[in-house]
C-alpha cells in the first residue's frame, strides 16, 4: 500500500483514463506476482477509480493503522489459540473490489490478502476489522494445522462448506460478546436465514458436495451470488453443522479433523438437517 498513494496522489487531477494508466505502470504491474497470488484478473480501473475515489480517504486511513490493527489481532488471537503460527503472510493491498479478505496457497505457502478498498465497499467506513480478522485468521490456523485440507483438485463443496462454517463459529467462540449478526460479518440476509430454507439448501447439495467448479461454489459460497437463497448460504449451513459436531470439543480439536472424516461428517450432517 505505500507505493500506491504517491503514484494515486500524483495523478489525481488528470482524466479517468489517464490515472488508470498510471496505476497500472506504477502499482498494478510492480504488485502483479502478489496481484495473481490473490487470484485478481483483469480490471476495468478507470471504472474502479469512481467507486474508490469516494471512500479514498477511508482506505488511506485503514492503510495507516493495519500495522498495528494486525499486531493487535494476532496478538488477541493467540491468546486463545496459543499455538497459532506467528510468521503468516499478510499482505495488505488493493482488491480492485475482488474481495475484502481472503487465504490463498501463494508461492506453497498459504498466505492472507487483505483488499483494503473491497474492506470499505463491503463493511463501511468505521468497520470493526476484529471479526474479519479473526475470520481468516482461523483459515490460516485451520490450515497450518490440518494439512489433509489441501485437496488435490481443489476445495469442493463439502470442504468449502466445513472451512467457511467452522470459522464462524470459531469467530463466536472468540467474541462471545459479539451479535450473530455480527460473527456473520454484518451479512443481514444471511443472519436473517431461517431453518427452512437451510433445509431446502441442504437437500439440494448432496449431488454437488464433490464438485469443484467456479460455477457451483458461487451458489453457496460466494458474496456476489444472486438467485433464490442468499449469498454465502454455505457459511449459514456449514455453521449449523459445527454447532451439531462440536460436542464439547475444543477449536483446536476442531480444525485438526481429517479431511476424509471431515466429508462423512458433512454429508451425514447434511442429510439430518434435509429431514
Same mark, same amino acid.
Given at each position: 500500500?505505500?507505493?500506491?498513494?504517491?503514484?494515486?496522489?500524483?495523478?489525481?487531477?488528470?482524466?479517468?483514463?489517464?490515472? *488508470? $494508466?498510471?496505476?497500472?505502470?506504477?502499482?498494478?504491474?510492480?504488485?502483479?506476482?502478489?496481484?495473481?497470488?490473490?487470484?485478481?484478473?483483469?480490471?476495468?480501473?478507470?471504472?474502479?477509480?469512481?467507486?474508490?475515489?469516494?471512500?479514498?480517504?477511508?482506505?488511506?486511513?485503514?492503510?495507516? *493503522?493495519?500495522?498495528?490493527?494486525?499486531?493487535?489481532?494476532?496478538?488477541?488471537?493467540?491468546?486463545?489459540?496459543?499455538?497459532?503460527?506467528?510468521?503468516?503472510?499478510?499482505?495488505?493491498?488493493?482488491?480492485?473490489?475482488?474481495?475484502?479478505?481472503?487465504?490463498?496457497?501463494?508461492?506453497?505457502?498459504? *498466505? %492472507?490478502?487483505?483488499?483494503?478498498? +473491497?474492506?470499505?465497499?463491503? @463493511?463501511?467506513?468505521?468497520?470493526?476489522?476484529?471479526?474479519?480478522?479473526?475470520?481468516?485468521?482461523? @483459515?490460516?490456523?485451520? @490450515?497450518?494445522?490440518?494439512?489433509?485440507?489441501?485437496?488435490?483438485?481443489?476445495?469442493?463443496?463439502?470442504? +468449502?462448506?466445513? $472451512?467457511?462454517? %467452522?470459522?464462524?463459529?470459531?469467530?463466536?467462540?472468540?467474541?462471545?460478546?459479539?451479535? @450473530?449478526?455480527?460473527? %456473520?460479518?454484518?451479512?443481514?440476509?444471511?443472519?436473517?436465514?431461517?431453518?427452512?430454507?437451510?433445509? $431446502?439448501?441442504?437437500?439440494?447439495?448432496?449431488?454437488?458436495? +464433490?464438485?469443484?467448479? +467456479?460455477?457451483?461454489?458461487?451458489?453457496?459460497?460466494?458474496?456476489?451470488?444472486?438467485?433464490?437463497?442468499?449469498?454465502?448460504?454455505?457459511?449459514?449451513?456449514?455453521?449449523?453443522?459445527?454447532?451439531?459436531?462440536?460436542?464439547?470439543?475444543?477449536?483446536?480439536?476442531?480444525?485438526?479433523?481429517? *479431511?476424509?472424516?471431515?466429508? $462423512?461428517?458433512?454429508?451425514?450432517?447434511?442429510?439430518?438437517?434435509?429431514?
Amino acid at each position: 500500500m505505500p507505493g500506491f498513494w504517491p503514484v494515486y496522489d500524483s495523478s489525481r487531477s488528470e482524466p479517468l483514463e489517464v490515472r *488508470a $494508466k498510471a496505476i497500472i505502470a506504477g502499482y498494478f504491474q510492480p504488485t502483479l506476482d502478489a496481484q495473481q497470488g490473490a487470484g485478481i484478473g483483469r480490471v476495468d480501473l478507470a471504472r474502479w477509480l469512481t467507486v474508490f475515489d469516494p471512500i479514498a480517504d477511508e482506505v488511506r486511513r485503514l492503510s495507516a *493503522a493495519f500495522p498495528q490493527t494486525w499486531r493487535d489481532q494476532v496478538e488477541r488471537f493467540r491468546q486463545h489459540l496459543p499455538d497459532a503460527a506467528s510468521d503468516a503472510r499478510v499482505t495488505i493491498m488493493l482488491s480492485f473490489m475482488n474481495f475484502d479478505a481472503r487465504v490463498r496457497l501463494w508461492h506453497d505457502k498459504l *498466505a %492472507l490478502f487483505v483488499g483494503l478498498d +473491497g474492506v470499505v465497499a463491503i @463493511h463501511g467506513r468505521g468497520a470493526d476489522l476484529a471479526v474479519l480478522l479473526d475470520h481468516e485468521s482461523f @483459515h490460516l490456523y485451520h @490450515h497450518q494445522v490440518n494439512p489433509s485440507l489441501i485437496l488435490p483438485n481443489g476445495d469442493t463443496i463439502w470442504l +468449502g462448506i466445513w $472451512k467457511e462454517g %467452522l470459522a464462524v463459529y470459531a469467530c463466536r467462540v472468540l467474541n462471545p460478546q459479539r451479535s @450473530h449478526l455480527q460473527i %456473520l460479518l454484518g451479512d443481514r440476509e444471511l443472519a436473517a436465514i431461517t431453518p427452512e430454507t437451510l433445509c $431446502k439448501i441442504a437437500r439440494e447439495l448432496p449431488p454437488v458436495l +464433490g464438485a469443484t467448479d +467456479g460455477q457451483t461454489r458461487a451458489r453457496y459460497l460466494n458474496y456476489g451470488y444472486r438467485g433464490d437463497i442468499p449469498a454465502r448460504n454455505g457459511y449459514a449451513l456449514g455453521l449449523a453443522i459445527a454447532d451439531r459436531v462440536a460436542r464439547g470439543r475444543s477449536l483446536g480439536e476442531l480444525a485438526r479433523i481429517p *479431511a476424509p472424516e471431515i466429508e $462423512k461428517l458433512v454429508r451425514d450432517e447434511i442429510t439430518a438437517i434435509a429431514g
